[in-house]
């Protein structure tokens, strides 16, 4: 796998000749399979047009509070990343961050956010040597901020010294670094499911729901990222399984049943994010394909299908449990009676129906619900940044009941 593969980078460019540096960088970081958003200070833009990222990054760069449909790129942009890179980082920019100044884009977000932080300086010798600058290097490398040292070499004065921008096997080794460090569920086993199911009623015709499958795959995709081990067992989707997840494609309920309760015991994780049907026809009607004009009026009758969740949570050993709820009213009381009901750790709680559904969207607005009465609200972000926050929160109250120690060996 390529040692950046699907690591999302924010990569903040300011206002020094070092500038043109942070093309090549954004274009190995490319190479190596991560997704790169630039946010350009207005002096950046004066050394290389914001274009140059957006052709090599892909995506627009995001230069102004103000410039967003969301209003809130200070806080959507670091939620949808995994690091924050600057590269040149100015003095001005430094200081800014040491003060907590927050008076453009990029010094805003820095403060909204817990995310890893990473400085590349570039500047004149004889300003990295300022006592004040040293002094705020001090100050951020004390919060936790990785402030590189610049390198020695040739000025832009035309003197010799130290401040040239760090070169890009520095960077590359600090983000590394930084991005291994974020395993926090390493030792830990998902079992994840996802998607819809289909109940067939011939073998052309089925019942089915809306769900996309985006939500389970955007947590499989944060939990292997964040160590865990996973497997997504999927219900019918358009998704490919993310890198480092296995995948196990089941139709029905019953199918998704049986493939989870196989691997329950091995599991310390279990999210349940498919949207499994509840009822299935008592019968296949026919083996073959039901001609209308064969069909003489009698109704389809139904059955419920197994309550997965329900019945895993009955033979749990040392597993968390979440689940989810898609409501189309009333959302958290019903969500705290799934909680209850099906004995969880977690549940998260959906609004589905109308024009926020959070079937087929690419953003949602959920609430964590936890087995403790707290509730938290994840405002709309990405799907992957909200699988995040709930693998932050699920973290907070349980993973040190769920350590590898408790389980039984694999
Ligand atoms: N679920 C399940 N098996 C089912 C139906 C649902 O495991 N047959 C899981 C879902 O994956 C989800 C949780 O149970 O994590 C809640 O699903 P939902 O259908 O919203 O809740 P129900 O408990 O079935 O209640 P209701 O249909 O009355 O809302």
Same mark, same amino acid.
């Given at each position: ?17 070092? !500038?043109?540096? !942070?093309?090549?960088?954004? #274009?190995?970081? #490319? ?12 002096? @950046? ?40 890179? *600057? ?10 961050? !040491?003060?907590? *100044? ?11 956010? @817990?995310?890893?932080? *990473? ?13 004040? $600058?040293?002094?705020? /290097?001090?100050? $951020? ?36 670094? #930084? ?19 289909? %109940? ?20 499989? %995709? ?25 995948? /196990?494609? =089941? ?31 008592? +019968?296949?009607?026919?083996?073959? +394909? ?10 389809? %009758?139904?059955? #419920? ?41 977690? =549940? ?7 024009? %926020? ?16 009465? @707290? ?9 992957? !940044? ?20 408790? $389980?039984?060996?694999?």
């Amino acid at each position: 796998m390529m040692p950046l593969a699907h690591r999302r980078i924010l990569l903040g460019v300011t206002g020094s000749i070092a !500038a043109y540096k !942070a093309v090549t960088l954004l #274009r190995t970081l #490319r190479a190596q399979g991560a997704d790169v958003r630039v946010v350009m200070t207005s002096a @950046a833009k004066r050394f290389v047009t914001p274009l140059t990222f957006e052709v090599l990054s892909g995506h627009p760069v995001v230069d102004n509070l103000f410039s967003d449909p969301s209003g809130l790129p200070h806080i959507r942009l670091p939620e949808e990343a995994d690091l924050i890179l *600057i590269a040149p980082c100015t003095a001005n920019r430094l200081a800014k961050y !040491a003060l907590g *100044i927050a008076d453009d884009l990029l010094s805003t977000l820095l403060l909204t956010t @817990a995310r890893p932080v *990473i400085l590349a300086p570039a500047m004149d010798g004889a300003m990295w040597r300022q006592p004040a $600058l040293m002094h705020h /290097v001090e100050t $951020l490398r004390a919060r936790g901020v990785t402030v590189l040292d610049p390198e020695s070499g040739p000025l832009a004065s035309g003197q010799w010294g130290e401040g040239r921008m760090p070169g890009e096997e520095a960077i590359l080794s600090a983000l590394r670094a #930084r991005l291994s460090a974020q395993r926090d569920w390493q030792g830990h086993r998902f079992l994840i499911s996802a998607g819809p199911t289909r %109940e067939a009623i011939d073998p052309v015709r089925f019942l089915s729901n809306g769900s996309t499958g985006k939500m389970g795959y955007a947590i499989a %995709e944060a939990a292997v990222q964040r160590g865990g081990e996973v497997v997504l067992v999927s219900g019918p989707t358009e998704l490919l399984p993310p890198a480092g997840v296995e995948q /196990v494609s =089941v139709v029905s309920a019953e199918e998704m049943y049986q493939a989870l309760s196989l691997r329950f015991p091995w599991a310390t994780v279990l999210i349940m994010a498919a949207a499994v049907s509840d009822f299935r026809p008592r +019968k296949p009607l026919s083996d073959r +394909k039901i001609k209308k004009d064969q069909w003489n009026g009698e109704p389809l %009758e139904l059955e #419920r299908t197994p309550d997965i969740l329900a019945a895993l949570s009955a033979q749990r050993t040392h597993q968390c449990l979440v689940g989810f709820a898609a409501e189309t009213e009333d959302v958290l009381r019903h969500g705290h009676d799934k909680l209850m009901r099906k004995r969880l750790d977690m =549940v998260v709680v959906n609004r589905v129906g109308g024009s %926020e559904s959070a079937f087929g969207s690419e953003t949602n607005d959920v609430f964590v619900l936890t087995k403790h009465g @707290a509730t938290v609200h994840i405002p709309r972000s990405s799907k992957r !940044a909200v699988a995040d926050r709930i693998l932050d929160e699920l973290h907070r109250i349980n993973a040190p009941a769920c350590t590898s120690e408790f $389980l039984p060996s694999s």
